[in-house]
């Protein structure tokens, strides 16, 4: 069975510390990672999207994919309260639009 | 950016009524939407994949004649909760891959659904 799995936190950063997202996925196949944010009672809205292996950056956000270990992550710097949120990792397989997301990670950045 | 709207956001109704809910792309077609579920502290659950012009494909687990989806034109699909019951509130998302965009999927707003 395919999954995704992420720290359900939560992680607990001070404002304006780097907050450190992490992210591993089973099926080796995958090609399409993402990042999304989603407020509590909202949908999520998407962060940043990855496809090759390395670092990938915009903004104060840095997503990181490394296909060999299996592993997303994503770096928030300049952490501000506003960023509390939960972050939700999805995968999606070779060929398909379909995601697999992860539990998500709820940050919390403290003022 | 692509833009997906939902209606209604939000439903309270008593046990037993259906309840119909709407996705919308704006801005773009989509032959492709997903529907998901999300119950209070979990993550998105996709339930099944609507395909223009086609049925449904639903993941295991979830009863096809009870979710009844439809994807009426390029830019509609909606989906049908029949006989609903108080474990059916959740929050229901729908969302459209655009083309062009890689696989990104564009979510819309969600809808709260409540069975009393």
């Known amino acids: 069975q395919k999954e995704v799995e992420q720290n359900s936190g939560p992680l607990s950063v001070p404002e304006g510390a780097i907050a450190s997202l992490n992210c591993t996925y089973s099926d080796r196949g995958s090609q399409s990672f993402f990042w999304y944010r989603q407020y509590s009672g909202k949908s999520p809205e998407l962060i940043m999207s990855i496809y090759s292996n390395g670092d990938k950056e915009d903004g104060r956000f840095t997503a990181q994919l490394n296909k060999a270990s299996q592993y997303v992550s994503l770096l928030i710097r300049d952490s501000q309260p506003s960023d509390s949120a939960t972050y939700l990792c999805a995968v999606s397989p070779s060929g398909t639009y379909k995601y697999i997301f992860g539990t998500g990670t709820r940050l919390k950045v403290l003022a | 950016g692509a833009v997906v709207s939902q209606h209604p956001s939000w439903v309270i109704c008593k046990s037993g009524t259906s309840v119909k809910i709407e996705c919308r792309s704006l801005?773009?077609?989509?032959?492709?939407m997903f529907w998901y579920r999300q119950f209070p502290k979990q993550s998105l659950m996709l339930m099944a994949t609507s395909n223009e012009g086609s049925k449904a494909t639903y993941e295991q687990g979830v009863e096809k004649d009870k979710f009844l989806i439809n994807h009426a034109s390029l830019t509609l699909s909606t989906l049908t909760v029949t006989s609903a019951h108080p474990e059916d509130s959740s929050f229901y998302i729908c969302s459209a891959p655009r083309s062009g965009s890689g696989e990104t999927q564009y979510f819309g707003p969600g809808t709260r659904l409540l069975v009393l």
């Open positions: 801005d773009f077609q989509a032959t492709t």
